[in-house]
């Protein structure tokens, strides 16, 4: 069966600190990965996604950016976060190639201070 | 970016009672998803459509892809008190190349025992 990680659950950061959440899936090969941020009570942002290594399609200019350093791991960074950044970050993936299903992972609560 | 439109924004339910919830988009569509997401937590898929017009249930919900392609709609047999949360769609449409998924806004389901 297919697993979805996401470290840290939680993190709180001050202003202009770097940030590095990561995502790690198991159980499958190749996946489309995606990063989504959701401000409280708010719906789905996407904001990058991959559909293999090292290939990233950013979808909102911002203070992020997404790196694909093995087939199964997803990393979203920043060189300095903003308080704007705080927000609830989902990781999700696709088995490419076989429906069009999306899991999520558990994601990971930043508080930018 | 785009979001679809689910209605209601929010509904307070007896405990017992039926649910039912729609999401529409002004795009065509040939995948529908629909997802849970309790507080704190990754959205949890409840159901997949794939087909217009097709009907699918999972244990007391049921989803039902609509004949236009354009919406979509889910039921919530004898509500219980674990179904509160908020509850989304999500459509896909995989003939125009995209990876992308398009979410709904939301609707959050209170139940009263």
């Known amino acids: 069966s297919q697993t979805i990680h996401q470290w840290p659950a939680t993190l709180v950061q001050p202003v202009g600190s770097p940030l590095s959440l990561e995502c790690t899936v198991e159980?499958?090969?190749?996946?489309?990965l995606y990063w989504y941020r959701q401000a409280a009570g708010r719906g789905l942002q996407l904001l990058f996604y991959?559909?293999?290594?090292?290939?990233i399609s950013s979808e909102v200019p911002q203070n992020l950016s997404a790196s694909r350093p093995q087939d199964r791991q997803f990393i979203l960074s920043s060189k300095k976060l903003l308080l704007s950044d705080s927000g609830f970050y989902l990781c999700?993936?696709?088995?490419?190639?076989?429906?069009?299903?999306?899991?999520f992972g558990p994601g990971t609560r930043l508080t930018v201070t | 970016g785009q979001q679809l439109n689910q209605s209601p924004q929010s509904m307070f339910i007896q405990e017992g009672e039926d649910v039912s919830m729609n999401c529409t988009s002004s795009?065509?569509?040939?995948?529908w998803l629909w997802y849970k997401q309790d507080p704190g937590e990754g959205p949890v898929l409840l159901i997949a459509?794939?087909?217009?017009?097709e009907l699918t249930s999972n244990g007391r919900l049921t989803a039902q892809f609509g004949i236009t392609r354009k919406d979509s709609f889910l039921n919530i047999s004898a509500s219980i008190p674990s179904d509160v949360g908020i509850y989304f769609c999500?459509?896909?449409?995989?003939?125009?190349?995209?990876?992308?998924?398009?979410f709904g806004t939301g609707t959050r389901l209170k139940v009263l025992a």
């Open positions: 795009s065509i569509f040939n995948t």
């Open positions: 999500a459509g896909h449409d995989s003939t125009s190349g995209t990876y992308k998924y398009i």
């Open positions: 999700a993936w696709r088995w490419a190639g076989r429906g069009y299903e999306q899991y």
């Open positions: 459509l794939y087909k217009a017009g």
């Open positions: 991959s559909v293999g290594i090292g290939q």
């Open positions: 159980g499958t090969s190749n996946p489309n």
